[in-house]
């Protein structure tokens, strides 16, 4: 449960930033030493390309959290032990809750207070008592292939199967959904989408939030 009692109200504010939440920076370079290695949650962040189904440019991880409004305890519980995308991810939720673009009820609308066809009626949604647990799901990488003729074939982009570590494309950005694990019951999934970019090599890939100074390098095999 959240510290303090809120509603869903809580979903268009934006969370106030920690005095002592640092922004988390790369080496200089991905050949400098690295950063500790990722908690077990985190340690499915990785775009498996073996995942990314013929003519696809999505390759879905299995990550998916349930975190608690507003201070992300079980995110801030990994940074504890240095996991850097523990504290990467509650610092980019944080820095997005309530600002830019709202959450949005998936194929209805964007939640607004002010709503002149009464979708977002006070008194049945904003007034209600929300429980505090927040989802991440969706997790996915962006996939955009060399030559799609190759990677429908399984080969990378030199023709060989084995001979290209990226596999015959390019991972550019990490996107996942963020919003309230539950919802009333005459509501449906309430959500927005958060986008990384994500600078894919051969033998590493990084993320970054492009609206901060947010950025991970994570080596892959």
Same mark, same amino acid.
């Given at each position: 449960?959240?510290?303090?009692?809120?509603?869903?109200?809580?979903?268009?504010?934006?969370?106030?930033?920690?005095?002592?939440?640092?922004?988390?920076?790369?080496? %200089? %370079?991905?050949?400098?030493?690295?950063?500790?290695?990722?908690?077990?949650?985190?340690?499915?962040?990785?775009?498996?390309?073996?995942?990314?189904?013929?003519? %696809?440019?999505? /390759?879905?991880?299995?990550?998916?959290?349930?975190?608690?409004?507003?201070?992300?305890?079980?995110?801030?519980?990994?940074?504890?032990?240095?996991?850097?995308?523990?504290?990467?991810?509650?610092?980019?939720?944080?820095?997005?809750?309530?600002?830019?673009?709202?959450?949005?009820?998936?194929?209805?609308?964007?939640?607004?207070?002010?709503?002149?066809?009464?979708?977002?009626?006070?008194?049945?949604?904003?007034?209600?008592?929300? *429980?505090?647990?927040?989802?991440?799901?969706?997790?996915?990488?962006?996939?955009?292939?060399?030559?799609?003729?190759?990677?429908?074939?399984?080969?990378?982009?030199?023709?060989?199967? *084995?001979?290209?570590?990226?596999?015959?494309?390019?991972?550019?950005?990490?996107?996942?959904?963020?919003?309230?694990?539950?919802?009333?019951?005459?509501?449906?999934?309430?959500?927005?989408?958060?986008?990384?970019?994500?600078? *894919?090599?051969?033998?590493?890939?990084? /993320?970054?939030?492009?609206?901060?100074?947010?950025?991970?390098?994570?080596?892959?095999?």
């Amino acid at each position: 449960m959240p510290p303090h009692p809120t509603t869903y109200r809580s979903l268009l504010q934006p969370i106030p930033p920690l005095p002592n939440l640092l922004s988390l920076t790369s080496p %200089s %370079s991905p050949s400098t030493p690295s950063l500790p290695p990722p908690c077990t949650h985190c340690a499915l962040l990785f775009p498996d390309r073996r995942r990314a189904t013929p003519n %696809s440019t999505i /390759i879905p991880t299995p990550y998916t959290r349930t975190l608690t409004f507003p201070s992300f305890p079980e995110l801030k519980e990994g940074q504890s032990r240095q996991c850097p995308l523990c504290r990467f991810l509650r610092k980019a939720i944080r820095s997005q809750w309530g600002v830019g673009r709202q959450m949005e009820e998936w194929g209805v609308g964007v939640l607004r207070e002010r709503d002149r066809d009464g979708t977002w009626d006070d008194e049945s949604f904003f007034a209600v008592a929300w *429980d505090g647990r927040v989802s991440v799901r969706k997790v996915r990488f962006e996939f955009v292939p060399f030559d799609t003729t190759t990677v429908a074939e399984g080969r990378g982009r030199d023709g060989e199967g *084995d001979g290209d570590a990226q596999m015959g494309g390019m991972v550019t950005s990490l996107l996942m959904e963020v919003g309230p694990a539950t919802t009333p019951e005459e509501y449906g999934d309430i959500g927005k989408v958060l986008a990384f970019k994500v600078f *894919d090599s051969i033998g590493e890939w990084g /993320i970054r939030h492009s609206s901060s100074s947010c950025q991970y390098y994570l080596a892959c095999s």
